[in-house]
């Protein structure tokens, strides 16, 4: 196996070879940005999903499943959303040799197959809120150049959708979105900020967006999510409303809020390393791999000993592969390093003699378990590694950022750029011009940077309106 690029100076080149090196995706499907899930990078998308449904069914979201066409007489009600999509969707015009009257869209996502069936199942105050999600693929029509997880043309979706009763319970619910995006970026050990696009930058249809960024190195950032306020945008044209309980009728106010396959991409492309694939324990296809090391020597009782951990880690509900193909043990250190595996047991003769495993994480702690209180070992060592890979992940977030004193310093290419921005359109263009990316917006929240606001516009100089705000390179 040749080794793979440097991922500080060939970022993307490593990327692509990382994936391909760690078995997740396939890319030899005949239609440009849709891969192929393989097994083992099925296990990880599992994972994925399951941190993500235990997260917004914790804050009262139910799941649904609307369908995949949406009739373009819906489509085209909200007249921004469909401006925005234009040259994105996919259309079916056909059903056999048939044209169809109506044609159809397959979802690029599904506000409008929704909000029809929304405006017939909210009635009453009492019907509120309503907040359901769905995990289903939906289809854009990329036209830049595809990556596997991070552009894709079939994107794994997740996409809440709710109703509120009013602009303040929508904003709650974008608040209460953030927390939960929260927990589960802890979860894959991805810290991020989120951040308020500028108006030309939002969703197309959205009140305002906020969308979770997270640096890559060298002045880039990557959006792994977005939540969305629409107020009454959609539900005035879907005629989604309700009775209050004073017996007057209001529109709903609505949110939204998705993420995608590209956390599984960011946390390839934030913990990844020269070795391969880092995978915090909670998307690890297997959180411990378990690798007997035979010898003519020893006999069967590394096997032996292998087969009894792997049991047992098994019925104690770690997700847990014995490696015992007839390969050498260091072409097996190798090949789980490259798959990002977090721990990998190794019992050789002398281990299995003295009823102990010895033990390696991923960023190369080494220790040891016995088999006397191994699930607690196990355990103890998969959490030292996560916190490992956390601390880090923040070391990395925090040097990622700079102040930008000058129009001079968004010329280089180091840092995501904090600075001080009035708001004003021209201004956030001269930014993008100048950093040969994009103003990302204002934090919501702290801004990564602890730091007095300077008296002006680092464009105009200007004074009032003045906020922080992040500009990047797109990745
Ligand atoms: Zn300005």
Known sequence: MPALPDKRTDFIEWYLAVVEAAGLSDKRYPVKGMNVWTPYGFRARRNLDRVLIREIEATASEAVEFPTLIPETEFAKEKEHIKGFDDQVYWVTKGGSNDLDVRLVLRPTSETAMYPIFALWVRSHQDLPLNVYQIVNTFRYETKTTRPFIRVREIHFFEEHTCQVDEAAATARVQSNLTAFGRMAAAFALPFVPIRRPDWDKFAGAYYSVALDIPVGESRTLQIGSVHHYRENFSRPY??????????????????????????????ALHGDAKGVVFPREIAPFEVVVIPILSASSGDAPAKAAAEIVARLTRGGFRVHLDDRNDRPGAKYYYWEMRG??????????????????SVDRLGTRGSVTLDTLE???????????????????????????LAGSMEDLRDSKYVRQLAWCGSEACGHAIEQAIDGGLLGTPEGSPPLEAPLPAGCLVCGESAGLRWALAARPL
Do not use: M, W
Not at 239 to 267: M, N
């Open 239 to 268: 005629a989604i409303q309700y009775e209050t309980p004073e017996g007057t009728t209001q529109f709903v106010h609505q949110t939204t809020f998705g993420l995608s396959e590209r956390l599984l991409g960011a946390v390839i």
């Open 341 to 358: 595996a977090p721990l990998r047991l190794e019992v050789g003769g002398r281990e299995a003699a003295a009823r102990t495993a010895s």
């Open 376 to 402: 607690a070992d196990v355990e103890r060592a998969l959490a030292a590694f996560d916190g490992a890979l956390l601390a880090k992940a923040r070391v990395e977030f925090a040097a990622a950022f700079a």
